[in-house]
Nanobody, 113 residues
Framework: QVQLVESGGGLVQSGGSLRLSCAAS????????MGWYRQAPGKQRELVAS?????NYADSVKGRFTISRDNAKNTLYLQMNNLKPEDTAVYYC?????????WGQGTQVTVSS
């Protein structure tokens, strides 16, 4: 079964940290590319960070967020430090298998000022 399951979201004060996890099916995780996206209320979904042979970050999170993967656990991570109220959003894990893109159900991150 192809699936992505995010966890780790929550409520945190400005300046705090959270680590998001995404447990992926092996067929998705074996694909070199995976990414984290987020969607704030009333806004379009946007790329936060991606990982393949290199990592890529949105300008708004560079220096604060780190994407990584644990191949032994088929798990993708997003370490988020120095969180700001504008980081409040639902965060989604994204990956591909057999040319088809898949999304997780999302995890809510709320940063209070």
């Amino acid at each position: 079964q192809v699936q992505l399951v995010e966890s780790g979201g929550g409520l945190v004060q400005s300046g705090g940290s959270l680590r998001l996890s995404c447990a992926a099916s092996r067929s998705i995780f074996n694909n070199n590319y995976m990414g984290w996206y987020r969607q704030a209320p009333g806004k379009q979904r946007e790329l936060v960070a991606s990982i393949s042979s290199t990592t890529n970050y949105a300008d708004s999170v560079k220096g604060r967020f780190t994407i990584s993967r644990d191949n032994a656990k088929n798990t993708l991570y997003l370490q988020m430090n120095n969180l700001k109220p504008e980081d409040t959003a639902v965060y989604y894990c994204h990956g591909y298998t057999r040319g088809i893109g898949y999304w997780g159900q999302g995890t809510q991150v709320t940063v209070s000022s």
